[in-house]
C-alpha cells in the first residue's frame, strides 16, 4: 500500500502528431475525399498552434470528417487501423528522454500505472521497442474516460494518495480532482489552461522531479499516519501552479 501514480498515453508520455496525422490520412482514404484530408491537416496544426479549440488531435481531425459526412463507423475503423502503425515511420512518436530510469525511480516509492482510452493495439509494442514494458505495475486499456477512469482512481485511493497525469483536463484530471486526487497536467496547452491542478508543464520531462518529490512526500506522510496516531499534516507538496520555469 502507498501512493500511486497514473499515466495517460497519447499526448501525455507519447507526443508528436505522427499518429494523428496516420488517422487523418487513414480517414481520407477510406473517404476516397483528399479534400478531407488537407482539412484534417489544416485542423492539426490548428489545433497545435491553440488556434483551434478542441479536446485534442484526434477530435479536431474528427470534427472535420464528421462535416465531410464521415460516418462513426468509418472513423472507428481509421482509428483502429493507425493504431498499428504507432510508432513506426507512417506514425512515428517522440517519447521523454529518460523515461525508461524515472520510471524505475518512481516505481520504487510508488505504483506507476497507464490508463488510456487507446486500445493495447501499438502501445504494448512501442512500450516493448523502447524497452518500457515493466515500467507499469499496471496497465489499462479502452478506458473510456472520463466515466471509465472512476474505478481505477477509486481503486487506486484505498491503496494511498494518487497523482493523476495527463494532457486533456476532462478526461484524464477532472475525474482525479474530484475524487480528491492530485492532478497533473502537460501538453502545449497546459499554460492556456487555467483549472485549478498540483503541477502543470508543456512537456512531461519537466515534471519528473516534481512528480518523484509528491510520490516520495506522499509516501513518508502516509507512514508517518500509521505510526503516530495523532493528527498528521498533509505533506502537500509541488508546483502548485507552473513548473515550466
Known amino acids: ?55 485534442d488531435g484526434y477530435g479536431a481531425v474528427a470534427s472535420a470528417a464528421t462535416s465531410h459526412g464521415v460516418t462513426a463507423a468509418d472513423m472507428n475503423a481509421a482509428y483502429l487501423w493507425s493504431r498499428e502503425l504507432l510508432g513506426s515511420e507512417l506514425a512515428p512518436v517522440d517519447l521523454p528522454a529518460d523515461l525508461a530510469p524515472f520510471l524505475q525511480r518512481l516505481g520504487a516509492i510508488a505504483d506507476v500505472w497507464l490508463a488510456t482510452n487507446a486500445p493495447a493495439t501499438g502501445v504494448t509494442q512501442l512500450l516493448g521497442a523502447a524497452g518500457l514494458q515493466h515500467g507499469f505495475a499496471r496497465m489499462f486499456f479502452d478506458v473510456g474516460k472520463p466515466d471509465g477512469l472512476v474505478p481505477i482512481l477509486a481503486e487506486a485511493l484505498t491503496r494511498g494518495p494518487v497523482l493523476s497525469v495527463g494532457d486533456v483536463y476532462d478526461y484524464d484530471l477532472a475525474p482525479a480532482a474530484r475524487l480528491g486526487a492530485a492532478t497533473a497536467l502537460v501538453g502545449a496547452h497546459s499554460s492556456r489552461n487555467r483549472f485549478e491542478v498540483t503541477m502543470r508543464a508543456s512537456r512531461l520531462v519537466t515534471l519528473f522531479p516534481a512528480i518523484e518529490d509528491w510520490a516520495a512526500t506522499a509516501a513518508l506522510s502516509r507512514d508517518a499516519s500509521h505510526e503516530d496516531p495523532q493528527p498528521q499534516t498533509n505533506g502537500d507538496m509541488t508546483c502548485s501552479r507552473d513548473c515550466s520555469h
Request: glycine share 10%.
Open 1 to 55: 500500500m502507498g501512493p500511486t501514480v497514473i499515466f495517460d498515453f497519447d499526448g501525455t508520455i507519447a507526443r508528436g502528431s505522427g499518429p494523428v496525422v496516420a488517422y487523418a490520412k487513414a480517414l481520407a482514404e477510406r473517404a476516397a475525399n483528399p479534400d478531407l484530408l488537407v482539412e484534417s491537416l489544416r485542423a492539426i496544426d490548428a489545433f497545435e498552434s491553440g488556434s483551434l479549440n478542441a479536446r
